[in-house]
C-alpha cells in the first residue's frame, strides 16, 4: 500500500504501529463505520483510529474502565475485545482481536456517568427497534446493556454488527469483528 493511496487514518494508525516499536504490519481491513477504521495487524491485534475527539475518549474510556473493574474478557458471557494499547495523540486504539461469538465491540458511541434523557416515545421507538434488529435475542441484548449501565456505562449503538451471538436471528454471514 503506498502512502498516497492511504486514508487519514490508516496513516495514523501505521505511525502507531511504528512508534510501537515491536514491528507489527498492517494485515488486513475489519472494518470502517462512521467513528473510525479498524485493521488487523500481523501480531494479532487490531488498531481501531477514531474520527473524532469524543468518540475517541468515548471508546477509550470505556476500556479503562471495564478493566478497572477486572472485565477484560467478558460482560454478561460476550467477549469484549481487551486493550492494549492506545494513543491519545492520533486518537489510535489497539485491541485483542475477538475470534467467536457472543462478543460486543464498538463503544465510540457510548455516554458515560450519567445515562442520557431520552422523551417516552423515542424509548418506545427505542424498543421497537431493538426488538426488529435482534429479535428473540433482544431481551439478552437488555440484559447486557443493563449491565453496562452498572458500571455507568450507557451503550447507545446497539446494532447487530455490535453485539453479535453465536447464532443470529437472521441467516447469512457473520460482520467482520474486531
Known sequence: MNAHSMTAEVERIARYLILQGRGAKLKNKLGEGTDGVVWATDCDSAVK??????????????????????????ICGFWVPKMTGWSDELQVIEMDIVQTPP????????????SPEFPA???????????????????????LLEELESYLIFYLDPKPHNIVFQNPDDSGPLPPHY
Do not use: C, Q
Open 103 to 114: 462478543y460486543i465491540i464498538d463503544f465510540a458511541k457510548v455516554r458515560l456517568n450519567s
Open 49 to 74: 483510529a477514531l474520527r473524532n475527539e469524543i468518540s475517541y475518549h468515548n471508546e477509550r474510556d470505556t476500556y479503562l474502565r471495564l478493566a478497572e473493574f477486572g472485565i477484560t474478557e467478558k
Open 121 to 143: 416515545e423515542t424509548l418506545a421507538e427505542m424498543e421497537a427497534e431493538g426488538l426488529w434488529r435482534f429479535g428473540r435475542n433482544w431481551p439478552t441484548v437488555k440484559m
